[in-house]
């Protein structure tokens, strides 16, 4: 996918073009956003672009480097890997970029580092990668990609250009998912709103075969709050493995589902409701639940994505969230 293709990132694609045209590409990028928010599909359009052998502001898609980066074999680009899923270590990072970058590049202009998921780096990789960031041959490109810069040692965060991606307006998602994926109404409206501006979430949703069982199973669990135990909910949320989702990915389904509450209960009109094909069920709840009830349900469930994502026990962040849910009937 070239910058062209790209969907929404207009500010941070603006940005690389007017770099790129001025000739004042920086050594050191952070690009910041959560999971699936595109931060690696700019990532490839701008390395490939900065690369390319016509030196344009889009890749000519013609030359040899091009043709490379599109087979996954341009020398000059390096995705740093990484052996353990949690953690990037500083053997990772001498071996690839430290004891790599006094190379000179073998057949382009750069030699470009990404680090995906740099919020892994532990302290001594990222200490190890800061004389890098310091003192860069004149070649080299780093570029670090992360969904949580706080994770960083702000001694690096200092030295790069910061690129935080914004959600994709509504409106661009909404003509993806119809025009692209072909998906009706309903199920764009839905995947849209679950999204909540990245395209990479609902995209997941939408091209789910699961779909409909994945709403049905949340659905499901909303309903039995009432006379399950909350150690039994948890069981059940526990089991959702819904291939591709998250834990967090439910919990952001059933903050839609008390949307749908508050909806119903100030227009009165289901015409606008997510959940359509569960009206009686919505507008059951909506009859009893307060509007306080319904604001202090969704805090506690933001909450729980918060604790969810401090690593906090799981249990005990769900547990917290359903006894919240429990009392707000
Ligand atoms: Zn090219």
């Given at each position: 996918m070239d910058f062209a293709?790209?969907?929404?990132?207009?500010?941070?694609?603006k940005h690389f073009k007017s770099s790129i045209e001025q000739g004042k590409i920086s050594q050191s990028y952070i690009i910041n956003g959560e999971a699936g928010s595109?931060?690696?599909?700019?990532?490839?359009?701008?390395?490939?672009?900065?690369?390319?052998?016509?030196g344009g502001t889009e890749p000519c898609n013609a030359c040899k480097s091009c043709k490379q980066t599109m087979t996954g074999n341009q020398p000059d680009i390096i995705w740093v890997t990484h052996d353990k899923p949690n953690v990037i270590s500083?053997?990772?990072?001498?071996?690839?970029?430290n004891k790599d970058i006094?190379?000179?590049p073998y057949s382009s202009r750069y030699k470009i580092y990404v680090i995906d998921q740099a919020q892994l780096l532990n302290t001594q990789a990222q200490n190890a990668l800061l004389k890098t960031i310091e003192e860069p041959p004149e070649y080299a490109i780093l570029i670090l990609l992360?969904?949580?810069?706080?994770?960083?040692?702000?001694?690096?965060?200092?030295?790069?250009?910061?690129?935080?991606?914004?959600?994709?307006?509504?409106?661009?998602?909404?003509?993806?998912?119809?025009?692209?994926?072909?998906?009706?109404?309903t199920r764009a409206d839905f995947c849209m709103d679950f999204a909540q501006g990245n395209l990479g979430k609902a995209i997941?949703?939408?091209?789910?075969?699961?779909?409909?069982?994945?709403?049905?199973?949340?659905?499901?669990?909303?309903?039995?709050m009432d006379t399950m135990s909350v150690d039994d909910i948890i069981y059940a949320i526990q089991n959702m493995n819904h291939h591709k989702l998250?834990?967090?990915?439910?919990?952001?389904?059933?903050?839609?589902?008390?949307?749908d509450i508050l909806m119903l209960k100030?227009?009165?009109?289901?015409?606008?409701?997510?959940?359509?094909?569960y009206y009686s069920e919505i507008r059951a709840q909506s009859s009893h639940i307060s509007y306080e009830g319904i604001e202090k349900v969704t805090k506690a469930m933001d909450k729980a994505k918060v604790r969810l994502e401090a690593n906090v026990n799981f249990d005990i962040a769900m547990e917290l969230m359903l006894l919240t849910m429990k009392e707000n009937r």
């Open positions: 293709d790209i969907i929404g990132h207009e500010d941070i694609i595109g931060k690696k599909t700019l990532t490839r359009a701008l390395v490939k672009t900065l690369q390319c052998e016509a500083v053997e990772e990072v001498r071996e690839q970029v006094g190379i000179k992360t969904d949580n810069i706080d994770k960083l040692l702000p001694t690096i965060v200092s030295r790069c250009i910061v690129l935080n991606v914004k959600p994709v307006r509504e409106r661009d998602i909404l003509d993806y998912l119809t025009n692209e994926l072909g998906l009706d109404k997941r949703l939408a091209t789910s075969e699961e779909y409909n069982q994945i709403k049905e199973d949340v659905v499901d669990i909303l309903k039995k998250k834990i967090s990915d439910y919990i952001d389904m059933m903050i839609m589902w008390y949307r100030v227009t009165g009109n289901p015409g606008r409701l997510m959940f359509k094909e």
